[in-house]
C-alpha cells in the first residue's frame, strides 16, 4: 500500500552543524511533498514544500530534495540552533477530485547538543 | 489572527463512555482535517471535510468513530464506547483549499486517555 517512512527514528547533531533528515516514499502519483515539524505538545507547524516536478527548493536555512528516481525525500538545514530540536515528519499530498490527503511518515526526532 | 483552536486539551474518560472532541479551524479555511497521533508514533489520517462536499471517511478506524461540521466551520469528532485503544492526541488542522492547500494549520491538539 502506499506508505512514507523515515530511515532514521533520531538524529542527534552539535549546534552549528548542518543536519540532514531522510525519507522514503512509495506514492509516485504525489503532487506535492512537505516537512513539518512538531515541538513538544503542539501540533505540527509546515515548513516547507516541494512540487513533484521540482528537485530542490531552499527556504530559510532549510533545504528540501526530491529525487523520484529512488522516491527519496530529505531535509536540509543549516546551522541547526537548539531552537530546531525537534519531531520532523515528511508528507506527501495528492490532490484528487474529491480533495486533498496528506499522508505522514513516522517521524525523526532531531537532538540539538549543545 | 486566531489558529486551529481545539477542546478539551486534555480528557480522560472511562473505558465505554463517549467523548466528543471539538476544533474551531481558521475563519476562512473550508478544508478541515483529523488525524490521531499515538505516543510517539506518525499522524494517521482520520477524515477530510472540503466545503459542502462529502467528507472522505476512509480513515476512520471503527463505527465508533464519527464527525460532524456544522456550517462549514467548527467540527466535532465523536468516539462512542472508548476503549483504551483510542488513547491517543487527536489532531485537527485546516487550510484553504486550492493553491498551497498541502499547507495544513494544525490546532495542539486534544491528549485523549481512555482509563
Known amino acids: 500500500g502506499e506508505s512514507v517512512g523515515l530511515h532514521l527514528p533520531t538524529l542527534s547533531v552539535q549546534e552549528g552543524d548542518n543536519s540532514i533528515i531522510n525519507c522514503a516514499y512509495s506514492?509516485?502519483?504525489?503532487?506535492?511533498f512537505i516537512w513539518y515539524k512538531q515541538e513538544s505538545g503542539k501540533g505540527p507547524q509546515f515548513i516547507i514544500d516541494i512540487r513533484s516536478n521540482m528537485d530542490k527548493r531552499q527556504g530559510q536555512r532549510v533545504t528540501v530534495l526530491l529525487n523520484k528516481t529512488v522516491k527519496h525525500l530529505s531535509l536540509q538545514i543549516a546551522a541547526t540552533q537548539p531552537g530546531d530540536s525537534a519531531v520532523y515528519f515528511c508528507?506527501?499530498?495528492?490532490?484528487?477530485?474529491?480533495?486533498?490527503?496528506?499522508?505522514f511518515g513516522t517521524g525523526t526526532q532531531l537532538k540539538v547538543e549543545l | 489572527g486566531a489558529g486551529v483552536s481545539q477542546s478539551p486539551s486534555n480528557k480522560v474518560t472511562e473505558k465505554g463512555k463517549d467523548v466528543e472532541l471539538r476544533c474551531d479551524p481558521i475563519?476562512?479555511?473550508?478544508?478541515l482535517y483529523w488525524y490521531r497521533q499515538s505516543l510517539g508514533q506518525g499522524l494517521e489520517f482520520l477524515i477530510y471535510f472540503q466545503g459542502n462536499s462529502a467528507p472522505d471517511k476512509s480513515g476512520l478506524p471503527s463505527d465508533r468513530f464519527s464527525a460532524e461540521r456544522t456550517g462549514g466551520s467548527v467540527s466535532t469528532l465523536t468516539i462512542q464506547r472508548t476503549q483504551q485503544e483510542d488513547s491517543a492526541v487527536y489532531l485537527c488542522?485546516?487550510?484553504?483549499?486550492?493553491?498551497?492547500?498541502?499547507?495544513?494549520?494544525f490546532g495542539s491538539g486534544t491528549q485523549l486517555s481512555v482509563l
Open positions: 475563519s476562512g479555511h473550508t478544508a
Open positions: 508528507a506527501e499530498n495528492r490532490v484528487t477530485g474529491g480533495g486533498n490527503k496528506l499522508t
Open positions: 506514492n509516485s502519483a504525489s503532487d506535492y
Open positions: 488542522a485546516s487550510s484553504f483549499f486550492g493553491t498551497r492547500s498541502e499547507k495544513l494549520f
